[in-house]
């Protein structure tokens, strides 16, 4: 299976509980799905991202995964890079991450992740794409994938 950084921005926390609830119904039927690391974000007014973590952990526990916490640092700014290297352990320096995301995806996962919405950020393997595709589409969100490792 391809290793994904999935990120799947919502409208509102509601919502992405529902989805997140079919992605970990999906998981455990354990045919071609496997999240390794996953968290929940909002972004509030001033552009700043944070982590749910009582959402999250209801779903993935506490873990999460370097290249996430990298992610958020690049989608939240000079704030978000702290929260991304605290969530994320430091464990990818900053330019490590920007090598996987260009400015076009940012850009693009920024512009869907708008005041009030929130994003799953799940590091995952996949088979196929199709499933947690149609469960994103089906709640009205918007779906990005980058491979790694």
Same mark, same amino acid.
């Given at each position: ?7 799947a921005v ?6 992405? +509980? ?17 999240i390794e ?8 007014? $001033? &552009?700043?991202?944070? @982590? ?5 952990? %209801? ?9 996430? #916490? +990298? ?8 704030? &978000? ?5 605290? @969530? &994320? #352990? ?14 076009? *995806? @940012? ?7 708008? $005041?009030? $919405? *929130? ?8 088979? %196929?794409?199709?499933? *947690?595709?149609?469960? @994103?589409? #089906?709640? +009205?969100? %918007? ?5 790694? +490792?």
């Amino acid at each position: 299976m391809a290793k994904e950084l999935i990120v799947a921005v919502f409208d509102s926390v509601d919502i992405a +509980g529902r989805a997140g609830r079919d992605f970990q119904n999906f998981a455990e039927k354990d045919i071609g799905f496997k999240i390794e690391s996953g968290v929940l974000v909002q972004k509030d007014a $001033s &552009g700043k991202l944070t @982590v749910l973590e009582k959402e999250s952990r %209801s779903f993935w526990g506490t873990a999460i995964g370097a290249i996430t #916490g +990298g992610l958020i640092g690049l989608l939240g700014g000079p704030v &978000g890079a702290a929260l991304g290297f605290a @969530v &994320g #352990g430091g464990a990818l320096a900053e330019h490590e991450i920007r090598k996987m995301f260009d400015d076009d *995806v @940012v850009a693009a996962i920024s512009a869907k992740l708008a $005041s009030g $919405s *929130v994003a799953f950020i799940l590091e995952a393997q996949e088979a %196929s794409p199709f499933e *947690v595709d149609n469960i @994103v589409k #089906g709640y +009205g969100g %918007s779906v990005f994938r980058k491979a790694y +490792g």
